[in-house]
């Protein structure tokens, strides 16, 4: 695990430990200097490649806080926080009928979980709003791709530990790895980020009337973070021709746009 030289640097191994497991850390620095500095989940590559070099099972993330986790299954494959929920959804035992995403979840996750008779439903980006939509709709699973998951039947925000506990507990109970209970093929989706203080760009007419020409066979959202100067566009497709396409047409209006 990558305890990202944070708050879970003592608690996460010590976790692990009583809970049976080998336990393997990088990110234990703990002068609170390097904090997120090229580790943790958001800088997951020095975490597969940790895994990689000693040869482990499975891996997991945190940030600071440790409110956040991503994973790396045995064959350094990252799982973000949407498969997460993907997995608890399907795996969990006793999972409830109603799981919550964002407007970013890929849309693969939302098909195969309606196979199983779920119903999933999405909010806006951003774990306040994810628990918003499951105190309204009566969720107890929800979380969005940055890796932020809510298990309501247990906490009211997102803990780190407490999930990649309860993934390591699916994995042994199912008795497989976490590659194979991760089998869902994600359809092309691509984000990208135009730094401007002009967020409010995305709701002009021609850049609304664009997003609509494009969105017949792609899904996309625009909007501006709530904490940074900057708009993401996302676009989803059946092929990355599509997205890259639609991608490189957004981008160069909104930049017209603004400037």
Excluded: W
């Amino acid at each position: 695990m990558d305890c990202s030289n944070g708050a879970v640097r003592k608690i996460a191994p010590k976790v692990f430990k009583k809970l049976g497991s080998e336990v393997f850390c990088t990110g234990p620095s703990r002068n609170g200097k390097k904090i997120n500095y090229n580790c943790g989940c958001l800088n997951i590559d020095h975490l597969v490649l940790f895994m990689k070099n000693k040869e482990l099972d499975m891996g997991f993330a945190f940030d600071g806080d440790a409110d956040r986790v991503i994973a790396v299954d045995e064959k350094g494959n990252i799982i973000d926080g949407d498969s997460i929920v993907y997995i608890l959804a399907k795996y969990l035992k006793n999972s409830d009928k109603i799981i919550v995403g964002t407007t970013q979840t890929n849309s693969a996750i939302e098909e195969e979980l309606k196979k199983t008779g779920k119903i999933f439903l999405r909010s806006d980006v951003g774990d306040k709003y994810v628990l918003e939509e499951m105190l309204k709709s009566g969720s107890n699973i929800g979380g969005e791709k940055a890796g932020h998951i809510i298990l309501l039947n247990k906490s009211t925000s997102g803990d780190g530990v407490l999930t990649a506990i309860t993934i390591a507990s699916i994995v042994k109970q199912e008795k497989s790895s976490l590659s194979e209970l991760n089998d869902i093929s994600l359809l092309p989706q691509k984000t990208v980020n135009i730094k401007t203080r002009d967020k409010p760009v995305i709701s002009k007419p021609e850049i609304v009337s664009l997003k609509e020409s494009l969105s017949d066979n792609c899904r996309i959202v625009l909007r501006a973070s709530g904490t940074e100067d900057v708009i993401r566009i996302m676009c989803e497709a059946k092929s990355e021709d599509i997205v890259n396409n639609a991608i490189n047409v957004l981008y160069s209006e909104i930049y017209r746009v603004i400037n």
